[in-house]
């Protein structure tokens, strides 16, 4: 079994304008003071990174690794989030999500889905350029506003969604499997793969590709009201990232899942700090650990109470107490008989007396 990497730390939802959070340098460095041993980076956020530069260049990719090691952290993985978003998008979303892409492609849907297609190709070469061995994206979503199915959905329709959306992904796939690298979607509700169900259904579209993976994240899964631990059982040859949230869903007679259009704050299922929430994570690591899950432990910090940096130095310890150094041998050994083959055939009643 494979004792789990960590802590580490996604750095999306601390970067900022001001110091330490406005370039890698220094904020990895309060990563690491912190005590997280790695660093996962957004690769929209130019204030801490470049990917076009990253995709072309091993300098860059060799100057950041020597930025990290003088911290004393790793890079984890690179994450492309946003412009994965842009690779499906329902236009009913088209105005929403338009901020996440570059300004030139604003407004037009097509220019903008091949922007975020380059985006996505770009994060191949840039993940091999840096030797990752895993990558995370979101799927976006043109099924998702027929999520519920009334009024009465028109057959075929969903089919047709999850076609489309392999048919987008494939090639993206393929970049990502000619550089090595296990392309990792974060199941995620407002995304076409946002469960084991709808992954299957894309999964069946690219005939099983061996690099489209999962980001585990348990916390999305609360707020579903989905088994996540079976949920590991089930899909865990397929789990290549790990994100540390969690999450309570506490309903009540007036609000379940859907939450009633109200801000995180009043909603029945809310993301929390690690620890504030219901996610039973020394399950979770256990399972994890069963199954040699080969990753890091990545907390993405979320939370409508606690702020972010109590929640980011609550984080890696947090982690750390978590992670399960794996047995290199089994317990019971103190009472090995020393038996041999033979031995054994006699214990059987299988040699002849």
Sequence with gaps: ?????????????????????????????????????????????????????????????????????????????????????????????????????????????????????EQLLMAAKASANFGLKAHVTFSGALAWPYIYPWPQRPAG???????????????????????????????????????????????????????????????HFVLQQLDYLEFIDIYHSRIKMFHVKDAEFRPSGRQGVYGGYQPWISRAGRFRSLGDGQVDFASIFSKLAQYDFPGWAVLEWECCIKNSEQGAREGAPFIARHIIQTAERAFDDFAKSGADDEANRKMLGLVRR
């Design 1 to 117: 079994m494979k004792t789990i990497k960590g802590p580490a730390i996604f750095l999306a939802q601390f970067a900022g304008d001001v110091s330490p959070f406005n370039n890698l340098k220094e904020i990895s460095a309060w990563a690491a003071a912190l005590g997280y041993k790695g660093v996962q980076i957004p690769t929209w956020d130019a204030r801490l990174f470049d990917l076009k530069r990253a995709a072309g260049s091993k300098a860059y990719c060799d100057e950041i690794r020597e930025t990290l090691a003088k911290n004393r952290v790793e890079l984890t993985e690179l994450s492309t989030h946003l412009q994965g978003q842009l690779v499906a998008v329902h236009p009913a979303y088209d105005q929403a999500f338009d901020g996440f892409a570059a300004e030139s492609v604003r407004g037009n849907p097509s220019a903008r889905q091949a922007w975020a297609v």
């Design 157 to 219: 329709l969903i089919e047709t969604a999850f076609d489309d959306l392999a048919k987008r992904w494939k090639p993206i796939l393929d970049a990502f499997d000619d550089a090595g690298i296990d392309l990792c979607f974060e199941l995620h509700p407002g995304e076409d793969l946002h469960d084991g169900v709808s992954f299957e259904m894309f999964l069946d579209r690219l005939a099983a590709h061996q690099r489209c993976n999962i980001l585990y994240d348990p916390s």
